[in-house]
């Protein structure tokens, strides 16, 4: 995750679009460019042509949920479609060359003296689509607090009710964000395009009209280059260029969006020019490579793969430091080898190594190269996925591929015949998470023990996470984002969290205080760093692989699709440039 | 009676598995929604009630002739049911046209010639129509037809040359079910005495073939055809995903990746409807193709 510094920054500091320096850059790039002998990408983008040219496009996607088209019923999922595919927007967007931020529904932006506070100035004559008039300051503003009502389903509530953020008009064309305390993903998790967090700009009047039920049916709003032509779910979207768009006109002029389902089809679609471009599965890359006229490519943040050890319930504080009732939950299982007893260090001790045994006893490297293809790396740190994860990397991260250690470990932990085990793998995000989960039981399995596994929906499982009766191991996978590590969101609002897989622990908690009162991004960095060392040592979360995003196209058509560095989401349609 | 009981039954079933398979919560509400959050929107969608509740709910709705409204889509199911089924008709008409227009003459030569070169090739079709699974057809078709030979599209509903494959897909079953249905009775019917007598008389043999065997035979064949079309109606959940035909099966894919309850109570009692409606249908044609069953 790519974290923003600017809590980092003392004193006023004043950007402009003309002459914008980005919030922060991260010294690495973002994921590399696989191989084909067509590669597309970094070419030289020519100019942007008239709208009156109909340059089509089509690519296929496995999944057109309709999401809704109000922002407190946006489901993370879906919800980030709207602004990936540039119908809405946000207030500044991922750049397409940089790890870096710039400008988007906004023109320039000021933090407060004290850290706490951004003003933004936002752009002027920016239209609504459907005829909804000019985005103003009020529309701004209601957004962001549709999206973090009460009752909102919005992914960026638990932070932004954590920094009491408060959201303000100042004029017609200027907006002061408030927090009650300084927050290192505040900023880039709300005012940017990186995640299902970001705050997408609706128009208040739009909402205000045709009340919130018939607005989460309507396709009409937005202010992005694209415009909804039609969603009709789990078949087709088709977007079209904006006439009245406040930024460059996007050179295709309309997309299509098709539903296939089928890995295999999307690929026969693919080859035979049914569609312009699809994901394609890891084992199926090669093939594409080699036809003459299609070409692959990576893109954006690779999905994390992890294990979950659940069933660690030992909070007895929240972060605020407010008592925890009732204790234990019902899943709490000391005599679990992965659990322990809450009350008694030396047994915490024992699971701790036992789950450390667990992390080396996995050769992530043989699952990247024989069920990934090459294409994704290990993972080392819970869900801290590029751009950030190399900047920040220390080698003594690294987890070695050691069963015998692992071995030796375990017999420590008075399991010298290895441990039984029942691992649930959940599916929905990643076409290889079964084959990668049922790898990981193999490895575990080869301690000596006896591991099985049960493969069952994300959303069949979920309840019983919210619930928090599980103490089994959790195999799961995510794509990439930019917001707040869940792992940091989860022990923010955990036990009161409708996301718990069994991580309720206490070490973590006085780092992230400190983190929340710094106001320096080497103080910051200082601080990450004792935070991962300690989830290295003790691998509450234990991580497996970080997946790349595979995108095959045809390279006969696209000269080139730049896609933004901030998440792992096909969009950027107004960056694809055709032949 | 029978018919509505077996309705009821599928309301049960269909109503306690879509509450095993998931909660529709998973997809509605992100990981950093808050537990109040979660039991809220619970309640907003009545799953805070115990379960027999929700399944009187359900019932009383359905009776009324309220189908609900799709949690994820917020429109009524009966709206989109009936934009999906038409989907799923048209290429269940096809399939079966092909079932009845193939499956039929290829059933009465295989059994007219028996033994023969004819017999063996059509019974082999059978046997690899019935033994393939259709998603693998499904594949070799597109292979074949869309990647190799470029006649045809490789999936998606556009004008008619996109039904060609999903209709072989699915017509291949149905064809070789009625090819070995039908030469199986008629078989039967060829031993009979009366054939014996018809030949003895010098009836033609096209006569014997076409009249009194094929008709005597077609029970079992009717009833065959009758539960494969109503197959087809209530769409292929596996053609339809492989060649995205927007249809029932690929709608009810959606509705059981996203929980979506509504809609998958509606796919099921829609499908169980219609085969009970087919069965009604079928003795009906009993009773006009055989007196015999009209006097019982």
């Not at chain 1, 504080?317 to 080898?337: F, I, M, N, S, W």
């Not at chain 1, 973590?508 to 991004?521: K, Q, R, Y």
């Not at chain 2, 053609?239 to 035909?245: K, L, R, S």
Request: charged share 20%; aromatic share 10%.
């Amino acid at each position: 995750m790519a974290v923003v510094f600017i809590v980092g920054c003392s004193g006023n500091i004043e950007h402009s679009a003309e002459s914008f320096t980005p919030p922060r850059i991260a010294t690495s790039a973002p994921t590399a460019i696989a191989t084909s002998a067509a590669v597309v990408g970094d070419v030289a983008a020519p100019e942007p042509p008239h709208a009156t040219f109909d340059r089509t496009f089509s690519l296929a996607q496995s999944d057109l949920t309709f999401p809704a088209m109000v922002p407190s019923q946006l489901p993370v999922g879906p919800g980030g479609y709207i602004h990936r595919w540039g119908v809405y927007e946000t207030a500044m967007k991922w750049s397409v060359d940089e790890p870096e931020l710039e400008p988007r529904l906004i023109t320039d932006w000021k933090m407060d003296s004290d850290g706490l506070g951004w003003i933004l100035k936002l752009k002027s004559g920016v239209q609504f689509h459907g005829g909804w008039g000019e985005m103003t300051a009020a529309d701004f503003v209601w957004s962001f607090e549709d999206e973090i009502r009460e009752t909102s389903v919005h992914s960026g509530i638990g932070l932004a009710r954590s920094t009491g953020a408060i959201i303000e008009a100042i004029d017609t064309y200027t907006v002061s964000i408030r927090l009650n305390q300084p927050s290192s993903f505040f900023f880039e998790a709300f005012l940017s395009n990186g995640s299902g967090a970001a705050t997408k700009i609706f128009s208040k009047a739009r909402v205000g009209t045709l009340g919130v039920d018939d607005a989460f049916l309507d396709i009409s709003g937005g202010t992005g280059p694209y415009v909804f032509e039609k969603w009709n779910p789990g078949d087709e979207v088709v977007l079209r260029a904006f006439d009245g768009y406040h930024g460059m006109p996007p050179y295709v002029t309309t997309v299509h969006i098709l539903e296939i389902k089928e890995p295999a089809t999307q690929l026969a679609a693919l080859k035979t020019g049914q569609i312009d471009a699809s994901l394609v599965p890891a084992p199926l890359a090669a093939d594409i490579a080699s036809e003459p006229h299609l070409g692959i490519q990576s893109f954006g943040i690779p999905g994390s793969q992890r294990l979950y050890p659940q069933g660690q319930f030992c909070m007895d504080r929240t972060l605020d430091g407010t008592p925890v009732q009732p204790y234990p939950r019902p899943g709490y299982a000391p005599e679990k080898p992965w659990v322990g007893d809450c009350d008694s260090a030396v047994s915490l001790e024992s699971a701790r190594k036992v789950r450390v045994a667990m992390s080396m006893a996995i050769d992530r490297q043989s699952i990247v190269d024989n069920i990934l293809d090459g294409f994704g790396r290990p993972s080392y740190l819970p869900e801290v996925v590029p751009p950030l994860l190399d900047r920040v990397w220390q080698d003594r991260w690294f987890i070695p591929y050691d069963p015998d250690a692992a071995k030796i470990l375990l017999e420590q932990a008075g399991y010298p015949g290895g441990i039984d085990a029942l691992m649930r793998i959940t599916t929905g995000s990643h076409p290889l998470e079964v084959e990668i989960g049922q790898a990981v039981a193999q490895f575990l399995g080869a301690l000596g023990g006896d591991v099985t596994t049960e493969v069952l929906t994300y959303s069949g499982n979920r309840p019983s996470v919210v619930a928090r009766e599980q103490s089994d191991l959790w195999f799961r996978s995510s794509g990439g984002g930019t917001a707040e590590p869940p792992e940091i969101s989860q022990l923010r609002r955990n036990p009161e969290n409708a996301f718990n897989p069994g991580m309720e622990i206490k070490e973590p908690l006085a780092i992230i205080s400190e983190m929340d009162s710094i106001t320096s991004s080497e103080e910051l960095d200082e601080v990450r760093e004792r935070l991962y060392d300690s989830f290295s040592h003790n691998m509450w979360i234990i991580p497996v692989v970080l997946a790349d995003q595979i995108l095959g196209m045809n390279t006969d058509k696209i000269e080139s699709w730049r896609m933004s560095s901030g998440s792992g989401y096909l969009g950027d349609f107004e960056n694809i440039r055709l032949k | 009676m029978t018919g509505a009981l077996t309705l009821l039954g599928v309301t049960f079933l269909v109503f306690g598995l879509s509450r095993i398979q998931g909660d529709p919560r998973s997809i509605l509400i992100s990981d950093d929604a808050s537990f109040d959050q979660w039991q809220e929107m619970g309640k907003q969608l009545g799953l805070d009630q115990p379960v027999y509740k929700q399944y009187q709910i359900y019932v009383v709705n359905l009776i009324q002739g309220e189908l609900g409204t799709s949690t994820l889509q917020k429109k009524p199911v009966a709206g989109i049911l009936l934009e999906r089924g038409r989907n799923s008709a048209l290429l269940a008409v096809t399939a079966f046209s092909l079932t009845i227009l193939v499956g039929v003459p290829l059933g009465v030569l295989s059994a007219v010639k028996t033994g023969g070169i004819y017999d063996y090739a059509i019974r082999m079709f059978a046997v690899l129509g019935q033994a393939l699974p259709s998603y693998w057809v499904g594949l070799l078709l597109i292979l074949i037809f869309a990647v190799g030979l470029d006649w045809l599209p490789a999936s998606r509903m556009s004008d008619w040359t996109s039904l060609v494959l999903p209709t072989l897909a699915i017509g291949w079953l149905g064809v070789s079910g009625q090819i070995r249905i039908i030469r199986s009775s008629m078989l039967d019917a060829l031993d009979s005495e009366y054939v014996q007598l018809a030949r003895a008389k010098g009836v033609a043999e096209r006569t014997i073939i076409w009249k009194h065997v094929l008709r005597n035979a077609i029970v079992s064949p009717v009833t065959f055809a009758s539960l494969t079309f109503a197959s087809m109606l209530t769409g292929s959940i596996v053609v339809e995903t492989v060649f995205a035909w927007p249809g029932l099966g690929l709608l009810s894919v959606n509705a059981l990746n996203n929980s979506d309850y509504p809609i998958l109570q509606g796919v099921i009692l829609l499908a169980a409807l219609i085969y009970v409606l087919f069965s009604f249908v079928t003795d009906v044609v009993y009773m006009m193709i055989d007196p015999r069953i009209r006097i019982q």
